[in-house]
């Protein structure tokens, strides 16, 4: 073999356990930035899953005061919907809070926080009586589901009967 092959092959070599090398090092690194994602997916599946336990646990507090009449059912059923619509819910775990939602939805158009403040004595009155009144309509279906709520701390929910009632005008 001419000295000119031998130098040809041998840098062939270089050039081929070089490219070799770096290709070792991207796949490494590849490696390593995958096992980094799949732990980062881990802690946040862990902080998802403790934030959604945290929201259930918020849910059975505000539905206990609302069977202790600790707080008002707009406000107990706003809070429980706003916490609700945090979850990722089944169709038939959505048909749980759905007596919350549509007290929400019959009350959102009455002024709160700022609004209700600029409000007059007259219309603060009106609003009153007329939240008041759709709290009547929706009150045992309201009491009714935060007991159930309430009462599926700690076990496993029965499913067979939902949180759902239709009220209001027809």
Known sequence: MTPYLQVSLLIAV?????????????????RHKDAERKQQEAILAEELNARRDNYR???RVIASAI??????????????????SQLELSELEKLDYQVFFQLTESTSHIP?????QKLSKKD???YDQERESLEDSFREFIVASATKLVASH?????????LFYSVGKE
């Open 57 to 59: 646990n918020s849910i």
């Open 154 to 162: 700690g076990a496993a929910s029965d499913k067979s009967e939902p």
């Open 124 to 126: 603060k009155r009106r």
């Open 14 to 30: 270089l050039i081929v356990v070089a490219l070799g090398g770096y290709a070792l090092h991207l796949y490494l690194k590849l």
């Open 112 to 116: 709160i926080l700022e609004e209700w």
């Open 67 to 84: 069977v202790q009449e600790q707080v008002s059912l707009t406000e107990g059923a706003i809070r429980i919907s706003m916490l609700s």
